[in-house]
């Protein structure tokens, strides 16, 4: 097993006894110290090693302490400075620490104290490093890395992004369900400059209406019958950060004027509250819907689709970008053969037609459904079509075709049998929409609209 290695501690004071002491009482509790005689002799060490704390005295010649922490911080050394301070000079060691050391001792001190900063400073390095390790994995899950296309209007769409994500306009994003619009705005928050702060996400049409209100802008205790507590709000836990509302097409009217107000004045006012709260939130909002259209029939409050529209991005259905098919194919069986420990697989050329010859309702994520599936029922090396499910690549509805004309040969009737159930099909995967339903079916729509009377499936 791998020993853990040695803090390394550099001990800097005028007293020779003093630093005798500290070294002796560092080795015995695992660390690595070394001297220095001042700031001047301590800075040189520095520069030709790094040291995880500084242990310095605040009053010495040549250089002190407040002028050796000021040297450290103004060449950016990595290192914690934990100042000692004798003689009462306790107003220089907190002007130290609000010039950034982490902590002062005051001396003549107790060995124990000593040992309580230093495991102190320790916790506190180990939660930074951490803090930074997980803002790293989830700027490498969210940022651009994690999106996968090679698409032109998809490239075109994240050279957007990238010009919007260090400003604080807000944002609105609008795509049919499943194409990605979360992952476009949490790539927005974790690429621009408001990454180390929060992104928080609120589904609107999750969340009863008679709730949204505290859900968004918290509430104060006895606001309702239910207010047991203060509750702080989505805005405020956003503060600083971005805050993102997805489905805001269906928000309810009344609360649409609340969430205008808060834009244009940057404060909210908790749910029973009598007081307002300054906040600094960018704003990200996403649809699948035509909020100018909902805003021009009165669905929608026309000024706070002016204000939510300041930059719009939007995502192409996955019917259009089919050239992404492979690239997208590739990455989720990659990643579902890693989660479920199994040897990435490939696709076989039947496999493939099945999936470009669908038109995915469901988007990117209708994709990522099927080849979880895909991956979890694969017992060999290659996806196969009988893998995929049904509605992809449509044995059921076309073996079904047959089964409907019984015994009969006629060709006419099998023909008008084989037709229904293709049209059926068709509208099924479009999610009913009959336009691309034509499209894919290769006739006219006026054609397609007749045939649907004729067999019934309106």
């Known amino acids: 097993m791998k020993s853990e290695k040695k803090k390394r501690i550099l001990v800097v004071d005028d007293e020779e006894n003093l630093r005798h002491l500290l070294s002796l009482l560092l080795k015995k509790q695992g660390y690595a110290p070394e001297s220095a005689i001042d700031g001047a002799d301590a800075l040189e060490k520095l520069s030709v090693g790094s040291f995880d704390f500084v242990l310095s005295d605040i009053l010495m010649p040549r250089m002190d302490g407040r002028a ?42 107790k060995n124990d104290e000593i040992v309580l900063v230093l495991k102190k400073a320790e916790e506190r390095e180990r939660l930074k490093e951490e803090n930074r390790r997980l803002k790293q994995e989830m700027q490498r899950e969210f940022g651009f890395a994690n999106i996968v ?106 609360l649409q004027v609340k969430l205008l107000r808060v834009l244009q004045g940057e404060e909210i006012k908790r749910v ?7 906040v600094d939130v960018r704003v990200v909002s996403a649809t699948s819907r035509n909020l100018e259209e909902d805003a021009a029939a009165g669905r929608f409050r026309e000024d706070l689709f002016f204000r939510l529209n300041v930059f719009a991005l939007s995502l192409p259905p996955l019917r259009e970008r089919l050239d992404d098919l492979p690239l997208l194919t590739e990455h989720f069986l990659a990643r579902f053969s890693q989660k479920f420990g ?24 209708e994709l990522e459904n099927a080849l979880e599936r895909a991956v979890i029922l694969c017992e060999g090396e290659v996806i196969s079509p009988g893998l995929l499910p049904e509605r992809i690549t449509g044995r059921a509805s076309v073996d079904s075709a047959f089964q409907l004309t019984g015994e009969s040969l006629s060709i006419r009737q099998t023909g008008e049998a084989m037709e229904r159930e293709l049209i059926r099909l068709a509208l099924e995967r479009t999610g009913g929409n009959r336009t691309h339903a034509a499209k894919v079916l290769e006739i006219s729509l006026r054609s397609l609209i007749y045939k649907i009377k004729e067999y019934g499936l309106e």
């Open 149 to 254: 296309s090679r698409n032109r209007r998809m490239q075109e769409l994240f050279t957007l992004v990238r010009k919007v994500c260090d400003f604080k306009t807000t944002v609105l994003i609008t795509g049919e369900s499943g194409t990605g619009k979360e992952l476009i705005a949490r790539a927005i928050h974790f690429e621009g400059a408001r990454r180390s702060a929060a992104f928080v996400a609120v589904n609107c049409a999750a969340i009863p209406e008679n709730l949204l209100e505290s859900e968004l802008f918290g509430h104060v205790k006895g606001a309702f019958t239910d207010a047991v507590s203060d509750k702080t709000g989505l805005f405020e836990q956003a503060d600083g950060g971005t805050l993102f509302l997805d489905e805001i097409g269906e928000m309810p009217l009344s």
């Open 272 to 278: 029973g509250g009598s007081s307002s709260k300054k």
């Open 342 to 365: 199994k040897t990435v697989p490939s696709i076989s050329p039947d496999a493939m037609a099945a999936l470009n010859s669908y038109v995915w309702p469901g988007n990117v994520r």
């Open 68 to 109: 050796l922490l000021g040297e450290i911080i103004a060449r950016k050394i990595e290192t914690t400075v934990i100042m000692m301070s004798a003689y009462g000079n306790i107003d220089t060691a907190i002007e130290c620490m609000k010039l950034g050391a982490y902590d002062y001792i005051s001396k003549p001190f």
